[in-house]
């Protein structure tokens, strides 16, 4: 597995030392079943990810809900542990990191140095505050847990973080309850400013926000990084506010990074279908308004069951035959034509590219042997199939085995998983 | 605001005249639509925007008397639709005349309509696609069942038809599958229709409506739509449940749907290929949807008018083109430029000051007034109208409407 | 809901005094519905004569808690000089019982209740917090606590243990401990994902002080709720129990009284049982009506319109 921007680079050093990094994390759950709750599969919801995270800059990390953003982001924060992989955390013991880095690993003492540098802020803004605390408790409660302040200088440093997220003092005594939505975030930022961290990280800050109070966090948290050197890494599904507040971005798809890049590269240049689909699908007020909608076919696959090679090959609009077809596209097929799939009885498979679909009857066999041959499969699907015969009503199919889809560099710092070079537009 | 119905555009199908909706709070009246105003041309994509809170929602239930009372209280205003193919108007009596809109249809007060007729009226003229398609469907029937209600409802005459039974056949057997159709079965029905010559006609109503079913769900673009009937609802995906809300809003060819914030529960890939869908089947069936949405780009795209709200109030109104590339109210142009595009420095988005204020029993005056860079002493005391800036557009503000020679006076007497 | 700038208030504001404001404010809440307020004025009653018993009825030496004999006094009816509600077949006060009833009845349920609230809480607290085998073991023994009916359960427990007052108190607590337990864990599960657990422990804070500071507050409602309820199911089934004969006979009780004044009813002598009925009835009608007034007030659903 390779690592992309490993802190090996002049470039990195350039823009700023590491302060995170993530190397080849995963993080499973486990699909329990039954009354004996067996574990009857996982949920890959991380699935090999690797990404730095520099001193001072902005992450943002997109992708349709469901491709782990979330799970990333709570890992990152050592709030889950990862089932495998490691995240490592500069906490000032020079800038090379190493194992000796790694979170879980850390003495006490640097522990308490990484737990205090890295905070987060949530998306649901009233769930993520205690209903039943004051503002000032709540604000004030990391000063307290890190022994910094008590009594009224407690207050005071209170009213100092509330000021500086635009409330004020007239706030400290009140529940969250007593305020709007973007207020409420106002109140997650300042209790995430409190420890004076390196990094916050923010998941989907705004997604519940109006425009016009979306419009206010974003420049509060620009400000704040101006001011206190902070890193982010901005969780989000909004293209727009990506290309707003990050210097670089992630593109996650089912668990897995799909390509990285600084954010303009990425925009102009999309070096990954999906990227370039979840481009084409935000409208943008910028663009021409008769520009057509470019559509992206079918549904997320299911995460315990993702795809094999590239697991956007069920929906690339720019599929290649060696982007990892397999017996579960033939089922996905069937599962969109009733009578085929009503006849079908069986799979028999011999490997995940070669097996035998068992039908009732010869003629439903000899139907599918047809349909995969026509023009309702897409090309690469039917140049990519090896075998095709009708036995009786055995139909077997085999796909030629291709390597799997590894993040390579399209430029300085860009990464994309493809087996397209560069897409032409 | 003055009706305009004349002319070459396509006739007015509904209308919201001052419509005041309040709601009972403990800490008083809650002014959640407090005169609002628009119209729905026929075939129209009428967009209306705003804040969360602003009274989207509650302006489009109205239209399907969706408003619980109470809490809410109808304070006025009418809410008028002129069904296709409906009733002569009583006034000119089909000739066309200005109450009409020179259509010659009868217009409904939607607020007044009695249960009966509201019922007739909802899901046959008017259709409605909520946020969560998850809450809307019910979840321990298939999707089939609950499609099928839709065509007993409205349309049971048609599916008698397809099974073979004309509308005048009168003979028992008729009569006893004419009341299976309009679901108004006795127990006895129930029990004829296990046995021939009901058997094979039941039989032929089924698979009349399993027919118009699936093809008002293929019609929404579902790949395997007999699958999806025989299924529940959380074995679907977000989008493919809002395909079916589409598909049930769409199955009795309605005149208008009210589609509120259709896409917001789902991601940009599938939100795309829902309004596409959306849009592709309101031009093919000339159906007129208010499409109530808090995304501005979104509503550029897809709508061919626009409506901005405010606090329970228009703030302007016109065509897309006009509204997002010329927006006259200040709110609106706050609005637009707080999006997030391309090029705009970090910190630097121009956003509006402070919050959408509360509602409960406000005074007169703009409502935008204390968060408006360009408030003016009139604006806090005088509730600005909507009037017209240019063809089809409308702007509620005193920067585009001084307030005229006789409220000055008022604003004079109000400062003393 | 959306407060957007309050005035600010004349007087400074303090976190003490905004916390009062909010107890202040549930209060008036359940005060302005009719049915909690008679709730809430029967209770008062109530403790008001179970503090002042001594005053209103002198306390019997060398045991007050023991009716008084007057064995030349023997099933006098009420109004009688000296013995306004009557007296019982041995000669016992009718209304010294009735005062000095409420104490027990008081003491019976404050303990019963303080005791099988933190064995819930604990219990249910390790359930939800621990999980695996040990919270399906625990789950599954409030299982089948909650099998067998509350009174039946009680009454085996105290027969068991030997009549005593004492044993009462000790059975009711063996049994209404489980519902706390089963609240407790739902609502720790429920809690322990909630996002302001997750930014508690983001900051760092220990595990014992988000149990503290945010598990159990945002706990408490539905265990309150019940608690209140409790305070008059338990003096109900305690009555009871007693009633049955499981308390020594003679003394200050409510169903001892009830059940040694019983026998007289058919020869017309119903006061003996009826006023100590009758606060059996008031006693756990006023916890009900209130407990019933706290699950409307605290619901969150109206909570925030305050
Ligand atoms: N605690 C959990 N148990 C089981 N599956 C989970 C859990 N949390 C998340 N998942 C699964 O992991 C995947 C990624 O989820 P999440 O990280 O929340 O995605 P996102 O934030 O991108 O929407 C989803 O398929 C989700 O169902
Ligand atoms: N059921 C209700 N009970 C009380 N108030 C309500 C109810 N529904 C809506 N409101 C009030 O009406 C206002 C407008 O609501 P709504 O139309 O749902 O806003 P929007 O759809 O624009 O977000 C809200 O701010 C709220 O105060
Ligand atoms: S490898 Fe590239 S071209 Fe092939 S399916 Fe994946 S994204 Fe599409
Ligand atoms: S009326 Fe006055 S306050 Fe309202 S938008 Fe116009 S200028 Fe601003
Ligand atoms: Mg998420
Ligand atoms: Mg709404
Ligand atoms: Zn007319």
């Known amino acids: 597995?390779?690592?992309?921007?490993?802190?090996?680079?002049?470039?990195?050093?350039?823009?700023?030392?590491?302060?995170?990094?993530?190397?080849?994390?995963?993080?499973?759950?486990?699909?329990?079943?039954?009354?004996?709750?067996?574990?009857?599969?996982?949920?890959?919801?991380?699935?090999?990810?690797?990404?730095?995270?520099?001193?001072?800059?902005?992450?943002?990390?997109?992708?349709?809900?469901?491709?782990?953003?979330?799970?990333?982001?709570?890992?990152?924060?050592?709030?889950?542990?990862?089932?495998?992989?490691?995240?490592?955390?500069?906490?000032?013991?020079?800038?090379?990191?190493?194992?000796?880095?790694?979170?879980?690993?850390?003495?006490?003492?640097?522990?308490?140095?990484?737990?205090?540098?890295?905070?987060?802020?949530?998306?649901?803004?009233?769930?993520?505050?205690?209903?039943?605390?004051?503002?000032?408790?709540?604000?004030?409660?990391?000063?307290?847990?890190?022994?910094?302040?008590?009594?009224?200088?407690?207050?005071?440093?209170?009213?100092?973080?509330?000021?500086?997220?635009?409330?004020?003092?007239?706030?400290?005594?009140?529940?969250?309850?007593?305020?709007?939505?973007?207020?409420?975030?106002?109140?997650?930022?300042?209790?995430?400013?409190?420890?004076?961290?390196?990094?916050?990280?923010?998941?989907?800050?705004?997604?519940?926000?109006?425009?016009?109070?979306?419009?206010?966090?974003?420049?509060?948290?620009?400000?704040?990084?101006?001011?206190?050197?902070?890193?982010?890494?901005?969780?989000?599904?909004?293209?727009?506010?990506?290309?707003?507040?990050?210097?670089?971005?992630?593109?996650?798809?089912?668990?897995?990074?799909?390509?990285?890049?600084?954010?303009?590269?990425?925009?102009?240049?999309?070096?990954?279908?999906?990227?370039?689909?979840?481009?084409?699908a935000k409208p943008d007020l910028a663009d021409d308004p008769d520009k057509p909608f470019a559509l992206l076919e079918g549904t997320i696959p299911d995460p315990a069951r993702p795809p094999l090679g590239c697991r956007f090959h069920t929906r690339c609009p720019r599929v290649t035959p060696s982007c990892g077809w397999e017996i579960d596209d033939i089922v996905r097929f069937l599962e969109a034509d009733e009578s085929l799939f009503q006849s079908l009885q069986g799979v028999e498979r011999r490997s995940a590219r070669d097996a035998d679909l068992i039908f009732k009857d010869p003629a439903s066999a000899v139907a599918l042997q047809e349909a995969m041959k026509s023009s309702s499969v897409p090309e690469a699907m039917r140049a990519a199939t090896e075998r095709l015969t009708v036995e009786g009503s055995r139909l077997r199919a085999t796909f030629s085995e291709v390597d799997e889809v590894q993040l390579t560099e399209r430029g300085p710092e860009h990464f994309a998983a493809c087996k397209l070079d560069h897409l032409s537009r | 605001?003055?009706?305009?119905?004349?002319?070459?555009?396509?006739?007015?199908?509904?209308?919201?005249?001052?419509?005041?909706?309040?709601?009972?709070?403990?800490?008083?009246?809650?002014?959640?639509?407090?005169?609002?105003?628009?119209?729905?041309?026929?075939?129209?994509?009428?967009?209306?925007?705003?804040?969360?809170?602003?009274?989207?929602?509650?302006?489009?239930?109205?239209?399907?008397?969706?408003?619980?009372?109470?809490?809410?209280?109808?304070?006025?205003?009418?809410?008028?639709?002129?069904?296709?193919?409906?009733?002569?108007?009583?006034?000119?009596?089909?000739?066309?005349?200005?109450?009409?809109?020179?259509?010659?249809?009868?217009?409904?007060?939607?607020?007044?309509?009695?249960?009966?007729?509201?019922?007739?009226?909802?899901?046959?003229?008017?259709?409605?696609?909520?946020?969560?398609?998850?809450?809307?469907?019910?979840?321990?029937?298939?999707?089939?069942?609950?499609?099928?209600?839709?065509?007993?409802?409205?349309?049971?005459?048609?599916?008698?038809?397809?099974?073979?039974?004309?509308?005048?056949?009168?003979?028992?057997?008729?009569?006893?599958?004419?009341?299976?159709?309009?679901?108004?079965?006795?127990?006895?029905?129930?029990?004829?229709?296990?046995?021939?010559?009901?058997?094979?006609?039941?039989?032929?109503?089924?698979?009349?409506?399993?027919?118009?079913?699936?093809?008002?769900?293929?019609?929404?673009?579902?790949?395997?739509?007999?699958?999806?009937?025989?299924?529940?609802?959380?074995?679907?995906?977000?989008?493919?449940?809002?395909?079916?809300?589409?598909?049930?809003?769409?199955?009795?060819?309605?005149?208008?749907?009210?589609?509120?914030?259709?896409?917001?529960?789902?991601?940009?890939?599938?939100?795309?290929?829902?309004?596409?869908?959306?849009?592709t089947l309101q031009e093919r069936h000339r159906t007129a949807v208010l499409y109530i949405s808090h995304d501005l780009s979104l509503v550029r795209k897809v709508c061919d008018r626009v409506a901005v709200m405010y606090a329970g109030r228009v703030a302007e109104v016109g065509t897309v083109s006009d509204v997002f590339s010329n927006p006259r109210h200040p709110y609106t142009q706050g609005l637009l430029a707080a999006v997030p595009r391309a090029g705009a420095r970090r910190g630097h988005l121009a956003s509006i000051p402070g919050s959408v204020p509360e509602l409960v029993n406000p005074t007169p005056g703009c409502r935008f007034a204390d968060r408006c860079s360009q408030v003016m002493p009139a604006c806090t005391q005088l509730d600005p109208v909507l009037g017209s800036v240019g063809e089809g557009h409308s702007v509620a503000c005193f920067l585009e409407h001084p307030p005229h020679a006789g409220a000055a006076k008022i604003e004079k007497a109000l400062t003393e | 809901m959306a407060v957007t700038d309050l005035p600010t208030p004349p007087k400074r504001e303090t976190a003490f005094g905004v916390r009062m404001r909010r107890w202040r404010d549930l209060l008036k809440t359940l005060l302005s519905n009719p049915t909690t307020f008679i709730g809430f004025l029967i209770i008062f009653l109530l403790l008001a004569m179970a503090i002042f018993a001594p005053f209103l009825a002198p306390p019997n030496v060398p045991d007050p808690y023991q009716m008084p004999r007057d064995w030349g006094a023997t099933r006098m009816p009420p109004g009688t000089p000296g013995f306004p509600l009557g007296t019982t077949n041995q000669g016992g006060d009718v209304l010294y019982g009735v005062i000095w009833g409420s104490r027990t009845s008081l003491q019976l349920s404050v303990i019963v209740v303080s005791v099988t609230v933190v064995i819930g809480i604990a219990i249910g607290s390790i359930a939800g917090l621990v999980g695996g085998w040990i919270d399906e073991t625990l789950m599954r023994i409030v299982d089948v606590f909650l099998s067998i009916p509350e009174l039946i359960f009680a009454l085996a427990v105290a027969a068991i243990l030997g009549p005593s007052f004492t044993n009462i108190i000790l059975s009711l607590c063996i049994v209404f401990w489980v519902k706390y337990a089963r609240i407790m864990r739902a609502q720790i599960i429920l809690i322990r994902q909630a996002d302001y657990v997750q930014a508690a422990r983001v900051i760092g804070d220990t595990k014992l002080s988000i149990f503290f500071k945010d598990m159990l507050p945002n706990a408490s409602t539905p265990i309150a709720v019940q608690a209140t309820l409790d305070m008059g199911n338990i003096v109900l089934v305690g009555a009871t129990l007693s009633f049955i004969g499981l308390a020594e006979s003679g003394i200050a009780e409510w169903g001892v009284l009830v059940s040694e004044g019983q026998a007289g009813i058919a020869s017309g002598r119903w006061w003996a049982s009826t006023f100590p009925g009758l606060m059996i009835f008031l006693w756990a009608l006023a916890f009900n009506l209130v407990g019933d007034g706290l699950r409307d007030a605290l619901d969150p659903r109206t909570e925030d319109k305050r």
Not at chain 1, 133 to 150: N, T
Not at chain 1, 181 to 201: H, K, V
Not at chain 1, 254 to 260: P, R, Y
Request: contains cysteine; charged residues 25%; neutral net charge.
């Open chain 1, 1 to 280: 597995m390779m690592q992309p921007p490993k802190t090996d680079s002049t470039v990195a050093m350039k823009a700023g030392d590491t302060l995170l990094s993530v190397r080849n994390l995963n993080k499973h759950f486990p699909i329990k079943d039954g009354i004996l709750q067996k574990v009857v599969g996982q949920v890959r919801a991380v699935d090999g990810v690797s990404f730095d995270i520099r001193r001072g800059e902005t992450v943002g990390l997109v992708g349709e809900s469901g491709c782990g953003k979330t799970t990333l982001s709570q890992c990152v924060a050592g709030l889950t542990d990862p089932t495998s992989g490691e995240i490592l955390f500069n906490t000032g013991q020079g800038s090379q990191l190493g194992d000796g880095d790694r979170i879980d690993k850390l003495p006490k003492d640097r522990y308490r140095t990484f737990r205090r540098n890295v905070q987060m802020v949530f998306q649901d803004n009233f769930a993520s505050l205690n209903p039943r605390q004051l503002v000032v408790d709540i604000i004030g409660r990391p000063l307290k847990v890190y022994r910094e302040a008590s009594g009224s200088d407690l207050t005071e440093r209170v009213v100092a973080l509330l000021e500086q997220v635009g409330l004020g003092r007239q706030h400290l005594y009140r529940y969250p309850h007593q305020f709007s939505g973007g207020q409420r975030q106002r109140i997650s930022i300042a209790r995430a400013l409190a420890l004076d961290p390196e990094l916050i990280i923010l998941d989907e800050p705004t997604s519940a926000l109006d425009v016009s109070v979306q419009a206010q966090i974003l420049n509060l948290l620009g400000d704040l990084q101006k001011e206190r050197q902070l890193a982010y890494l901005f969780v989000t599904h909004d293209l727009g506010v990506v290309r707003h507040m990050a210097d670089r971005m992630i593109t996650m798809y089912l668990g897995k990074v799909v390509e990285q890049g600084p954010t303009e590269t990425v925009f102009q240049q999309p070096a990954h279908p999906y990227t370039e689909a979840l481009l084409a």
């Open chain 2, 1 to 279: 605001m003055t009706s305009n119905l004349e002319g070459t555009e396509p006739p007015v199908i509904a209308e919201v005249r001052d419509l005041r909706v309040h709601f009972g709070s403990k800490r008083g009246r809650v002014h959640a639509v407090d005169g609002v105003g628009f119209q729905i041309r026929d075939g129209e994509m009428l967009g209306l925007v705003g804040e969360t809170g602003c009274g989207k929602s509650v302006t489009g239930r109205a239209f399907l008397n969706l408003i619980p009372q109470p809490p809410a209280i109808i304070a006025g205003g009418e809410v008028l639709f002129r069904p296709r193919g409906g009733a002569a108007c009583p006034a000119c009596a089909g000739s066309g005349c200005h109450a009409c809109g020179q259509t010659g249809g009868e217009t409904l007060d939607l607020l007044k309509l009695p249960q009966d007729r509201m019922r007739q009226i909802r899901g046959a003229r008017i259709a409605m696609i909520f946020q969560d398609p998850g809450k809307a469907l019910n979840p321990t029937l298939t999707i089939g069942v609950q499609m099928a209600e839709v065509f007993l409802q409205h349309k049971s005459d048609e599916l008698l038809q397809d099974a073979g039974i004309s509308a005048d056949d009168r003979n028992l057997a008729a009569n006893a599958l004419r009341r299976i159709a309009h679901q108004e079965d006795r127990w006895l029905d129930r029990r004829l229709k296990r046995f021939p010559p009901l058997r094979q006609a039941a039989g032929r109503i089924q698979q009349a409506l399993d027919a118009r079913v699936a093809a008002a769900l293929a019609e929404t673009q579902i790949a395997n739509p007999l699958r999806v009937m025989r299924a529940y609802p959380h074995e679907l995906s977000g989008g493919m449940r809002q395909r079916v809300m589409i598909a049930q809003a769409l199955a009795c060819d309605p005149d208008l749907i009210i589609a509120d914030e259709p896409t917001t529960a789902l991601d940009v890939t599938i939100q795309a290929r829902i309004l596409e869908l959306i849009k």
